[in-house]
């Protein structure tokens, strides 16, 4: 464990930290941090992601000197790949969003204290390259500030789109009228053909065979699917059904005379609906559209709950736009830290313009 003492604050790199630490769970509350930041998210991920991944946890925290408090938390990982030593947010194809976790009062002295944006990239560990991604573009001043470079754009974006009550005037408002008038059909003549339910799965056991059912519906669809992999499965497992029991997670399920014909799973956090994953039985129930009536029951639902956006997160897919989302730009943040980095890092870019 490394630590550097600077102003008012103690910077430390910690190889073991406690995400369901008291201290680790009031400062995400207090912070305008994400779901993918959340303490049962980030706990599952150092435990099933990280080792499966042969990545090793690299957590960046600080605290007040004075009374020790737990101000700002940098999770990220180190792993090797083609040879050298990659230093990484906590992403490994599940997290659409980085972010550090800190007090307003704490970027506010960042943004001031020179000395100390530079305790905090002192204090990281010997690298090749630096890589913070995926970053929304409201975020990247405060990256700027953590590790000294300026962003690099993906090519991508995330959508989200703000909901309002009452939903039945807010959908006909806000939804392309074609495809809402093609839901409303097609979801008519399943429920005049078919018994329905869209139910939020509950129990425990129900959840962890949701995630197994998910994974299978979603087989041959998407290429380089992590949720095959077991210690995905098991990760998006916990966090399914840990995060039901603390109100941050939620597996849709959608049946059809008793038939599984569609899950999704996300995370919930600060009236903010994440969704993340979904599979559906489009050979049998294809012709009725199950995705598209899922994300709708799914809006409904939230927005009678109080909640204020559906985000469907990164990836430009056309139906996005059709829900009435808005598009945010995602960028990345990349740093050498040797000659190797370098080479590295041209490497990746040919890679990814070829």
Request: proline share 3%; with cysteine; net charge negative.
């Amino acid at each position: 464990m490394l630590s550097i003492d600077k102003t008012h604050y103690r910077t430390e790199l910690e190889d073991s930290f406690d995400f369901r630490s008291d201290g680790y769970v009031d400062l995400f509350e207090r912070a305008s941090a994400y779901a993918f930041q959340h303490p049962v998210w980030l706990d599952a991920f150092y435990r099933h992601l990280a080792p499966a991944r042969a990545a090793e946890p690299v957590v960046l925290s600080v605290r007040r000197v004075h009374d020790g408090s737990l101000q700002c938390v940098v999770p990220m990982i180190m792993r090797m790949k083609r040879g050298f030593r990659l230093l990484e947010m906590t992403d490994l194809g599940v997290g659409d969003y980085a972010s550090a976790v800190a007090t307003a009062d704490f970027w506010a002295d960042l943004e001031q204290d020179e000395e100390l944006q530079q305790s905090l990239r002192s204090a990281l560990p010997d690298f090749d390259l630096l890589r913070a991604r995926p970053v929304r573009e409201e975020d990247c001043g405060r990256f700027s500030l953590l590790f000294g470079c300026d962003p690099e754009p993906l090519g991508f974006s995330a959508h989200a789109v703000t909901l309002a009550r009452p939903f039945a005037d807010w959908r006909k408002e806000t939804l392309n009228g074609s495809l809402r008038k093609m839901i409303d059909r097609k979801s008519r003549k399943l429920r005049r053909e078919h018994a329905v339910v869209l139910e939020q799965v509950g129990d425990a056991a129900d959840i962890r065979q949701a995630i197994v059912d998910l994974a299978q519906l979603r087989s041959g669809r998407f290429e380089g699917d992590v949720i095959h992999q077991d210690f995905a499965r098991a990760f998006y497992s916990e966090v399914a059904e840990v995060g039901a029991r603390e109100g941050m997670a939620s597996t849709w399920r959608l049946a059809v005379d008793g038939d599984t014909a569609g899950i999704v799973f996300g995370l919930t956090n600060a009236g903010r609906f994440y969704y993340l994953l979904i599979g559906c039985d489009y050979e049998r129930f294809g012709q009725f559209s199950p995705g598209l009536q899922l994300y709708d029951g799914i809006m409904e639902d939230w927005s009678g709950r109080d909640g204020a956006c559906f985000d469907f997160t990164i990836g430009d897919e056309d139906f996005k736009m059709k829900f009435g989302t808005a598009p945010t730009a995602m960028f990345a943040f990349v740093k050498t830290g040797s000659l190797l980095g370098a080479l590295a890092r041209r490497a990746l870019t040919w890679r990814h313009n070829s």
